[in-house]
């Protein structure tokens, strides 16, 4: 056959003959499929597969963002989740075909007609996506290198360690969302447009600054004045910090003479200030804790004990009874290392107490329950429930 | 009219058990592949050569974006160029066509 001649019905009537069908078996338009006469190189192409989510998100024209450097798995984000991307290989070969008439197309027809399908590139691979976790260490690593420990040094810190939020969300692998939240977590300011790590001693003492007011002042709780803080502190903090951590920690309470008033975030000022006496500490007796981290925070905040779930954990069979830090960002990210760390550091745990260590793993698919089902070992003690380790003794 | 409205196309995906090879070791391009019919019933057939396929039609559970790398100043960028949402798939062992 002359590769050249274009085909017509005869030829395609004499091949099903050839094939012993007739042409009554088969609808009465019949497609001839060609390779596009346009280069078909497709390396600057590729299959994207979708879930009903990315479908969505496309189909309203957002922006999905890939990232990943050299050295890092590739991920997909959405405004708000994140996707780990893998290459999946197939055995079979994709044609991409343009023209191509399905059953419905043709199934009225009824004359004998021939149209023509092209193929504009063939694939083997497409990329394959799994709904994952925003990938967050390498946030902590360059955070790192710029932490804010005060003014007096600043002339340490060089201006290409600094990084604002396009700058992140442009090299974390984490969808928009993701990012925002992590970072309303961490204690960040930003100065300059620039986020910073607040240096825990420096975040210590500003804020200790601050809280002081409220015995000099003779405030109540609620009424924290925002302009008499920042007058009265500005000489030795800068503003911004002032600003940063007056929105990290209050919230709006009343307003008295037209005068909007706030009140601190008891939970996040307790927590803080237990971070802070743990800090650096191994172990602690944890009578003498309880005593020093009620006397820490402001008089009238109960420092109650459930706010330690996730930054330390309490041994009561030791004798004395002991506190040691834990921070939940210490943790591997990979599940099984995580619980491992979790049962050598305490053997059996509660639900609330277990909750804050692996609510960052979980995702939608597999929620904390679902986690604890999998990789822990559950029990019961006094109509409490238990986690232990799943191959424990 | 939304503003994925552009993204139906007229691209579909034929998928063929195995690869193509070409007799000759001239490239692909402008070559003719086989011929596409449907039975009566909706079944599709395609004759490659001396081959006869039977396949299925069927639509894409996860359906694919076609997307074009694009370098520019702002680094790559692809473009969703098309969404793809349904398939004609070959994956019984073809049958040879013996001429008398």
């Not at chain 2, 001396?50 to 559970?61: D, R, V, Y």
Request: aromatic residues 10%; proline residues 3%; charged residues 30%.
């Amino acid at each position: 056959m002359d590769e050249n001649k274009t085909r017509d019905l005869d030829d395609v009537n004499e091949m099903l003959k050839l094939a012993k069908l007739g042409e009554n078996d088969v609808l009465s338009t019949s497609q001839t499929v060609y390779f596009t006469s346009d280069n078909l190189n497709c390396d600057n192409f590729k299959f994207l597969e979708l879930d009903q989510h990315l479908l969505e998100e496309i189909k309203q024209g957002q922006t999905l963002y890939i990232k990943g450097d050299d050295d890092e798995n590739v991920v997909l984000c959405t405004k708000d989740r994140t996707y780990d991307v893998t290459g999946a290989e197939t055995s079979n070969s994709l044609l991409l075909v343009k023209n191509m008439a399905f059953f419905d197309d043709l199934k009225d027809g009824k004359e004998r007609a021939l149209q023509t399908v092209t193929v504009s590139g063939v694939f083997y691979d497409y990329l394959s996506v799994t709904p994952g976790k925003p990938h967050l260490k390498k946030l902590r690593d360059l955070l790192d290198k710029s932490v804010y420990k005060g003014p007096e040094h600043e002339y340490e810190i060089k201006n290409e360690d600094l990084y604002g939020y396009d700058d992140l969300i442009k090299i974390i692998q984490a969808s928009d969302q993701e990012l925002e939240s992590v970072l309303k977590q961490m204690n960040v300011v930003t100065i300059n447009g620039k986020i910073r790590l607040l240096d825990v001693e420096y975040h210590f003492r500003a804020l200790s600054y601050m809280l002081k007011l409220i015995e000099e002042n003779s405030w109540n709780l609620d009424e924290i004045d925002f302009d008499e803080t920042l007058n009265s502190l500005r000489d030795i903090i800068p503003e911004t910090i002032l600003k940063n951590l007056f929105d990290k920690y209050t919230t709006e309470s009343k307003i008295v003479d037209g005068l909007q008033l706030y009140s601190y975030k008891e939970r996040e000022i307790c927590r803080f200030f237990a971070q802070i006496l743990l800090y650096g500490a191994g172990k602690f007796n944890l009578e003498e804790f309880l005593q020093a981290w009620r006397e820490s925070v402001p008089e009238g905040m109960t420092c109650d004990e459930e706010l330690l779930h996730g930054i330390a954990i309490i041994d009561r069979k030791s004798d004395p009874p002991v506190i040691s830090a834990f921070p939940e960002e210490e943790l591997p990210e990979e599940i099984n290392a995580r619980f491992n760390k979790l049962f050598k550091a305490k053997e059996k745990w509660t639900v609330p107490e277990i909750t804050p260590y692996i609510q960052r793993v979980a995702t939608d698919k597999m929620d904390v329950n679902a986690l604890l089902a999998k990789f822990a070992r559950a029990s019961n003690s006094q109509g409490v429930k238990f986690y232990s380790a799943k191959h424990a003794k | 009219m939304s503003p994925g409205d552009h993204l139906s196309s007229d691209l579909a995906i034929l998928e063929l058990q195995g690869d193509l090879k070409s007799h000759s070791d001239t490239g692909f391009e402008g070559k003719f592949i086989g011929d596409l019919h449907f039975t009566k019933s909706g079944t599709p057939v395609l004759i490659i050569g001396h081959h006869l396929m039977f396949g299925k039609e069927m639509k894409m559970e996860k359906p694919f974006a076609l997307l074009e790398k694009q370098t520019g100043d702002q680094g790559t960028e692809y473009m969703v160029k098309t969404i793809i949402t349904r398939k004609i798939i070959f994956k019984t062992r073809p049958k040879p066509i013996i001429s008398n």
